[in-house]
C-alpha cells in the first residue's frame, strides 16, 4: 500500500535511479510465478535499501524474510568488497527462484541463504551486523529485534518493513488481528528503546529507520 497520491508516487519513482536490468526481470518473474507477489519491494523501495546501504556501506548485512530476493540484491549494492550478506526464508519453495538471481548478480558469492524459522537460525549466526531489514512475520518483528539488537555494531542500521500495514496500526485492533497489535507493539518498542533512534517513514507501506547507538 502506498500513502501518496498515485501521481506523486509515480513522480517520485520517475525521478528516482532505474533498478538494473537483473531486479526488473526478477519483478516480473515474481509477478508472473509467486503467490503473492506484492510482497516484492519493487522499484521505488528498492532505490531506497540499494541508497541506504550505499550510505552504510555495511561489512556484514543481515535480512529476515527474503521472499523472491529482491531486496537482498539491493542491499547488496551498498556492501563492502568482503562483506557477507545473510538472508533467511521460511519458504523452500522459494529458494531456488532467488539462488537463480544470486547467481547471476555481482553478489553471488557473498550471499549466504538460509531456510527455516528465522528465530532458530538467528541463534546460529553471531553478528556483529551492520545492516539489518526486518520483513518477514508481523507477529515476531519484537522477536526478531530482541534476537538481534546485542548482535549489532555500534552504528549500525536497522531497517523494518510494513509498519504502517495499511494505516492499520492506527486504529484500535479487533483482538483476533494479532499482526496489528504486534506491530502497534513494535512501532513503540522502535521509539522508545534507549539503545536506537528511529525515524518512521510513509514509504509504500511504512519504512522505520533505527540507529544503534554508540
Aim: glycine share 6%.
Amino acid at each position: 500500500m502506498n500513502f501518496l497520491a498515485d501521481n506523486i508516487d509515480q513522480y517520485a519513482a520517475d525521478n528516482s535511479q532505474k533498478e538494473p536490468p537483473l531486479l526488473s526481470e526478477l519483478y516480473k518473474e515474481t509477478w508472473q510465478k509467486a503467490l503473492v507477489p506484492r510482497m516484492i519491494s519493487g522499484h521505488y523501495q528498492g532505490r531506497v535499501l540499494s541508497m541506504i546501504s550505499k550510505l552504510t556501506n555495511p561489512g556484514n548485512i543481515l535480512e529476515i524474510g527474503t521472499y523472491t530476493g529482491y531486496s537482498a540484491l539491493c542491499l547488496a549494492e551498498g556492501i563492502q568488497k568482503n562483506g557477507v550478506l545473510h538472508t533467511i526464508d521460511h519458504n523452500e519453495e522459494l529458494y531456488d527462484l532467488q539462488k537463480k538471481y544470486f547467481d547471476r548478480s555481482p553478489f553471488k558469492d557473498q550471499i549466504k541463504q538460509y531456510t527455516g524459522e528465522a528465530l532458530d537460525i538467528l541463534t546460529q549466526l553471531n553478528g556483529p551486523f551492520d545492516l539489518v531489514f526486518i520483513d518477514a512475520d508481523k507477529s515476531n518483528y519484537s522477536n526478531y529485534f530482541n534476537a538481534i539488537i546485542d548482535k549489532m555494531n555500534p552504528g549500525g542500521v536497522i531497517l523494518s518493513d510494513n509498519v504502517l500495514w495499511s494505516g492499520k496500526v492506527t486504529e484500535d485492533p479487533s483482538p483476533k488481528d494479532l499482526d496489528t497489535k504486534a506491530l502497534i507493539e513494535y512501532n513503540t518498542l522502535m521509539n522508545e528503546d534507549p539503545r536506537i533512534e528511529s525515524v518512521l517513514l510513509p514509504i509504500r507501506d511504512g519504512l522505520t529507520i533505527s540507529r544503534v547507538k554508540k
